[in-house]
Each structure stands twice: as structure tokens, then as C-alpha cells.
């Protein structure tokens, strides 16, 4: 028994102690509480892609850092940055431009301008030439393998295996062709040959004037070898102490015999001959 406000009460007549009775009635629906705070990112079936990678991408992370790529070996300038994993831009120079060919490749041309910082008015660089635009120095040497082309040049040594003038015939110092040197002055145009055939078997001196001349020069005179029409002259060109033709010879100036003086056929209309003991005798006939 247990003692109440309510006065005695049976143990076994207190509630849960017996059997369970009957469900009661359902009650009505209570009014709608408070919403919960949001649940982990994911439970909607919504997933933020920004913060991780694909799979696609996370493969080929992979296999960068495996190093697949390289350009360890050769020299030049790498492309590929294998420390970083990356590509490094190409960036052009001046006088050049960077492109791609129909295959990707990377194709440099030249612009037609400078190159290194040189202007376009000193130097052009194309595919097919370098046009210099001023004098230009070569303190040790010019080697060319294929052609120079050049309005002067001044040099104290020259090698080559052919020359050819602009404009002009050929000029070969090997004498594989008939070549010639030749200038226009000041009466006209005249040339030097070298030839071997028949009547001309050595050296041609050619001239656009009446005169051909070879002349001996130093510092005190000027002596002459020259030809006019078929007549040659030796000596002062003004004053020739010798002519000769295809038919005469002429001596024009006093001439001094050592020797006996011997001739088949002697034309004079008045000369003076002074013979061994220095007396002259004048002969005015034809001997």
C-alpha cells in the first residue's frame, strides 16, 4: 500500500504497473514549428564544382608531375618550364614576327625593319638578303661563300675566284672566260683584256677613241707607247722620238750608234751622220 494525499493506493493499481490498455484517441495536429538550421552541403544532391577538380584535370595534373614533358637536353631558350609545370610565352623581337603554320608550328619571320636595335635605315634583314644602307667595316675580314654585290669597296687585300662587273662584260681572274676591265673617262671608254689566241696572245688594250695608249708613269715624267690608226708612236706623246708603220719606220730625234749601223734600204732627204771619230757627214740623197 502507499499513502497518498488521496489516501491508500495498491502498488499494483499504479499506471504502467499493469497491463497496457487500449490506444485512446488521436489527437489534432499541432501547429508547425520552428525551421532547423541547413543540413551539410550535399543533401540537396547539389555539389559545388568550383572548389575541386574533374577528373580529367586531375589526370593530367598527374601526369605533369610525373615530368613527361621536358627540354632539358640542347641549347636555346625553353619553351616548357619543367619546374613550374608550364608553357612560356614567345615574345618577338624587333625587326621579327611570330606565328603558326598550317601544321602549328611556330614560324619566325622578318619584318623588313632593323634587327637587334639597328634601324632599317642602316640595315635591312630579309629572307633572301641583308641590304646595308651605309659604309660598312670589317675589321677582321669578310668571308662569302656565295655572291657579293656592292657599288665600291675599298680594301687592301681582295680574294676571289671570279669577278663580275655591273653592267659590264665578265671579269675572271681565273681566265676562265675572255674578260676585260674596263672604265668610262673622261674621252671616252677603254678596257684591258686578257687573251690567248691567235694575233692576241697576252694582253688587249681597247679604246672608243683614235689612240691607244700604254703608258709609263713616275714622279718626274710620262712616256707613252701609243697607237693611231695603224701608226705607232714611242716616247713624249707630244714629241715621239720613234714612229713606226706597216710600211716605214721614222726616227725623229738625234740618234747615237755605238756600233756599226747597218740598213738595205736608207731614204733621206737631208741628215746628218756622225761616224766614229766624231766627224759628221751630210748626206742629202738616197742611198
Same mark, same amino acid.
Request: hydrophobic share 35%; with cysteine.
Given at each position: 500500500?502507499?499513502?497518498?494525499?488521496?489516501?491508500?493506493?495498491?502498488?499494483?493499481?499504479?499506471? /504502467?504497473?499493469?497491463?497496457?490498455g487500449?490506444a485512446?484517441?488521436?489527437?489534432?495536429?499541432?501547429?508547425?514549428?520552428?525551421?532547423?538550421?541547413?543540413?551539410?552541403?550535399?543533401?540537396?544532391?547539389?555539389?559545388?564544382?568550383?572548389?575541386?577538380? &574533374?577528373?580529367?584535370?586531375?589526370?593530367?595534373?598527374?601526369?605533369?608531375?610525373?615530368?613527361? +614533358?621536358?627540354?632539358?637536353?640542347?641549347?636555346g631558350?625553353?619553351?616548357?618550364?619543367?619546374?613550374?609545370?608550364?608553357?612560356?610565352?614567345?615574345?618577338?623581337?624587333? /625587326?621579327?614576327?611570330?606565328?603558326?603554320?598550317?601544321?602549328?608550328? +611556330?614560324?619566325?619571320?622578318?619584318? /623588313?625593319?632593323?634587327?637587334?636595335?639597328?634601324?632599317?635605315?642602316?640595315?635591312?634583314?630579309?629572307?633572301s638578303?641583308?641590304?646595308?644602307?651605309?659604309?660598312?667595316?670589317?675589321?677582321?675580314?669578310?668571308?662569302?661563300?656565295?655572291?657579293?654585290?656592292?657599288?665600291? +669597296?675599298?680594301?687592301?687585300?681582295?680574294?676571289?675566284?671570279?669577278?663580275?662587273?655591273?653592267?659590264?662584260?665578265?671579269?675572271?681572274?681565273?681566265?676562265?672566260?675572255?674578260?676585260s676591265?674596263?672604265?668610262?673617262?673622261?674621252?671616252?671608254?677603254?678596257?684591258?683584256?686578257?687573251?690567248?689566241?691567235?694575233?692576241?696572245?697576252?694582253?688587249?688594250?681597247?679604246?672608243?677613241?683614235?689612240?691607244?695608249?700604254?703608258?709609263?708613269?713616275n714622279?718626274?715624267?710620262?712616256?707613252?707607247?701609243r697607237? &693611231?690608226?695603224?701608226?705607232?708612236?714611242?716616247?713624249?706623246?707630244?714629241?715621239?722620238?720613234?714612229?713606226?708603220?706597216?710600211?716605214?719606220?721614222?726616227?725623229?730625234?738625234?740618234?747615237?750608234?755605238?756600233?756599226?749601223?747597218?740598213?738595205?734600204h736608207f731614204?733621206?732627204?737631208?741628215?746628218?751622220?756622225?761616224?766614229?771619230?766624231?766627224?759628221?757627214?751630210?748626206?742629202?740623197s738616197?742611198?
Amino acid at each position: 500500500m502507499l499513502r497518498t494525499s488521496a489516501g491508500l493506493i495498491r502498488l499494483d493499481e499504479l499506471s /504502467g504497473s499493469g497491463p497496457q490498455g487500449p490506444a485512446g484517441p488521436q489527437g489534432q495536429t499541432g501547429q508547425t514549428g520552428a525551421a532547423g538550421a541547413d543540413g551539410a552541403d550535399g543533401a540537396d544532391g547539389n555539389v559545388d564544382t568550383s572548389q575541386f577538380y &574533374t577528373k580529367t584535370q586531375a589526370d593530367v595534373l598527374l601526369a605533369f608531375k610525373q615530368h613527361l +614533358i621536358s627540354s632539358t637536353s640542347g641549347a636555346g631558350t625553353e619553351v616548357w618550364d619543367s619546374t613550374n609545370n608550364m608553357v612560356r610565352r614567345l615574345v618577338a623581337g624587333t /625587326g621579327a614576327s611570330l606565328s603558326l603554320d598550317a601544321n602549328g608550328n +611556330i614560324v619566325v619571320t622578318a619584318t /623588313g625593319g632593323g634587327s637587334g636595335g639597328i634601324p632599317s635605315t642602316i640595315a635591312e634583314f630579309t629572307s633572301s638578303q641583308i641590304l646595308h644602307k651605309v659604309p660598312t667595316r670589317c675589321n677582321l675580314g669578310l668571308t662569302v661563300a656565295n655572291t657579293l654585290v656592292a657599288d665600291y +669597296i675599298n680594301t687592301g687585300t681582295c680574294r676571289a675566284n671570279y669577278f663580275m662587273g655591273n653592267g659590264t662584260s665578265d671579269v675572271s681572274l681565273l681566265g676562265v672566260n675572255s674578260s676585260s676591265l674596263s672604265c668610262t673617262d673622261v674621252l671616252g671608254v677603254s678596257s684591258v683584256s686578257a687573251r690567248c689566241r691567235t694575233g692576241q696572245e697576252g694582253c688587249l688594250i681597247a679604246t672608243s677613241t683614235a689612240n691607244a695608249d700604254l703608258c709609263f708613269q713616275n714622279p718626274s715624267a710620262t712616256r707613252n707607247i701609243r697607237l &693611231t690608226g695603224s701608226t705607232m708612236s714611242f716616247g713624249d706623246v707630244a714629241s715621239p722620238a720613234l714612229t713606226l708603220s706597216d710600211t716605214a719606220v721614222s726616227i725623229l730625234k738625234n740618234t747615237s750608234v755605238s756600233g756599226n749601223l747597218g740598213c738595205s734600204h736608207f731614204v733621206s732627204s737631208s741628215a746628218d751622220v756622225q761616224g766614229p771619230d766624231r766627224k759628221s757627214t751630210r748626206l742629202n740623197s738616197s742611198h
